[in-house]
């Protein structure tokens, strides 16, 4: 029995809201309105787009004293440390803590710790936060936005979707990578693989066009990364998948027919038994007439231009 705990801090911009729910019930099963959330699921937080920081915690208590004197408790041998106050911020109903006061708390924590403490390159990072009263300690794992290095890449498209949002869908797609094989028909110039290669998700791409199968193959490499992309029409897909990935085609850019949209979707369900669709069109009765069903949903917005995102079974 699992009975580890985990705090998750978010950072996210309006209109990523939704998207943000979407990616947060693929990893926990619920979501959360605040920027705040606890679960006993382990996600790492570079995964996310949007998670700041993740806190195992290790103590608990009513009082920020009785931190102080659980943390006596941890033998940290010879590694040096360093303790964070993570209420930068309001955290749902939780007032920030100011920096004077963040800063008194860290030194209260850090000198009862059996340590070194190194505040510039420490080998164990610790945070506390208070949360509707109550105080947490424990490891501190932050993200290092490792989506952001991948904004420029050799071989763009205007039309791509953009890092955050690949990333996104990628979690949502494959929540837990382990034993689950993917494929993305349409990769275009390989945004999605970049994002979900680099989270170790198994995923083979492939497009119909050669010119953008080579982009694609030249972005992942960019990156010091190992990936499978053919060329071919999604109709010569032959093995079979977990899950697909398909940013459909736009009308503007590519002059797809709706007959033709609706096609892909009904190859894929020659193949796959989970897809999920990235549209500007609503398509919800190409996906019925293909034989999926939507089970979740989300409209991922950018100013006035917006995309829906929809799981379908």
């Known amino acids: 029995m699992n009975n580890k705990e985990f705090i998750y801090t978010y950072i996210r911009h309006r209109d990523e809201h939704d998207l ?48 102080t004197k659980q943390v006596e408790q941890l033998d940290l041998g010879a590694s040096t440390f360093k303790v964070v106050c993570l ?6 109903a939780t007032k920030k803590i100011g920096h004077p006061e963040r800063r008194k708390i860290e030194r209260e924590i850090g000198l009862r710790m059996n340590g070194e403490p190194d ?41 791509a979707l953009s890092t955050r949002v690949a990333r996104a869908v990628a979690n ?17 110039i ?6 979900a290669l680099s989270m170790g998700i198994n995923i083979v791409g492939r497009d119909i066009n050669r010119r953008v199968v080579l982009g694609s193959r ?22 079979e998948y977990d899950v697909t990935i398909i940013d459909m085609p736009y009308n503007l850019f590519t002059h797809i027919t709706a007959d ?13 038994k989970k897809v999920v669709i990235v549209t500007i069109d609503t398509i919800d009765h190409m996906i019925e007439e293909a034989g ?14 917006s995309r829906q995102i929809l799981i379908c079974e």
């Open 190 to 195: 390989g945004t999605v693989l970049v994002e």
């Open 119 to 159: 505040l510039d390159q420490p080998e164990m990072v610790f945070g506390v936060v208070t949360l509707d009263g109550k105080w947490y300690f424990g490891k501190l794992a932050i993200s290092d936005n490792i989506w952001f290095h991948h904004q420029q890449k050799p071989h763009m498209y205007s039309t």
């Open 87 to 92: 209420n930068t911020a309001d955290l749902d």
């Open 292 to 305: 999926f069903h939507i089970i979740d949903r989300c409209v991922a917005k950018k100013g006035t231009f």
């Open 172 to 188: 949502i797609a494959v929540p837990h990578p382990e034993g689950v094989r993917a494929i993305d028909p349409c990769c275009g």
């Open 218 to 239: 030249k972005n992942i490499a960019h990156f010091g990364l190992e990936g499978d992309v053919t060329t071919g029409p999604i109709a010569e897909v032959n093995d």
């Open 260 to 272: 033709e949209q609706l096609e892909i979707i009904k190859e894929a369900r020659r193949f796959t």
């Open 20 to 67: 943000c729910r979407l990616e947060m019930r693929s990893f926990f099963g619920f979501d959360t309105s605040s920027n705040v959330l606890k679960s006993s699921i382990a996600i790492d937080p570079n995964r996310s787009p949007f998670m700041n920081e993740r806190l195992e915690v290790l103590y608990a208590g009513e009082q920020l004293e009785e931190i």
